[in-house]
């Protein structure tokens, strides 16, 4: 059976990557309740690990990247429910990507050896978020959008970000 009308292979792969996006964003919002409501629990010298400084900056790098996402995501659903959103979708996935590494890193540093264990959900959400980052081309995007930001040159580089897909970038 054909494809409707309108789906060919980038529309597929943008929808693709935007289902991706979507997914790791939840993914790292559990991660953040996860690291969160452990360290609050787990107590070192007395006291909750998650009151000591260096514990606090990996829950904050955990935390920002899961929002970073979050509303990227929305910002790239909102465009391709509006009959566009290439530049936006592109985006929200390079963005997930490159949570997945950091948020993944900073959450298991949170949770020292507890995070690896077979009983505890950590790895799932590691596993998961590692294996979606590959899926929809995790190669693609980054020189695809690049290409069409230089093809725009330096003078509209500002204009390119702000406006995304209405600046009439294509990927």
Do not use: C
Not at 3 to 14: H, K, Q, S, W
Not at 27 to 47: H, I
Not at 80 to 100: C, P, T
């Amino acid at each position: 059976m054909p494809a409707p009308d309108g789906v060919d292979a980038e529309a597929l792969r943008l929808r693709g990557a935007l289902s991706r996006a979507a997914l790791m964003a939840g993914a790292l919002g559990a991660m953040v309740d996860l690291t969160v409501g452990y360290t609050a629990e787990r107590r070192q010298f007395g006291k909750p690990v998650g009151s000591f400084q260096a514990v606090q900056a990996l829950l904050v790098r955990v935390a920002e990247e899961a929002v970073l996402v979050d509303l990227a995501v929305q910002v790239a659903a909102r465009e391709a429910d509006r009959g566009g959103g290439a530049f936006e979708i592109a985006s929200a996935k390079l963005l997930a990507n490159e949570a997945a590494r950091l948020a993944t890193r900073a959450a298991h540093q949170a949770h020292g050896a507890m995070g690896a264990t077979r009983e505890y959900p950590l790895h799932q959400l590691s596993r998961r978020l590692w294996s979606w980052r590959a899926e929809y081309a995790d190669a693609f995007w980054p020189v695809h959008l690049g290409a069409a930001v230089i093809e725009h040159g330096p003078d509209d580089l500002y204009r390119v970000i702000a406006e995304g897909s209405a600046s009439g970038i294509a990927l």
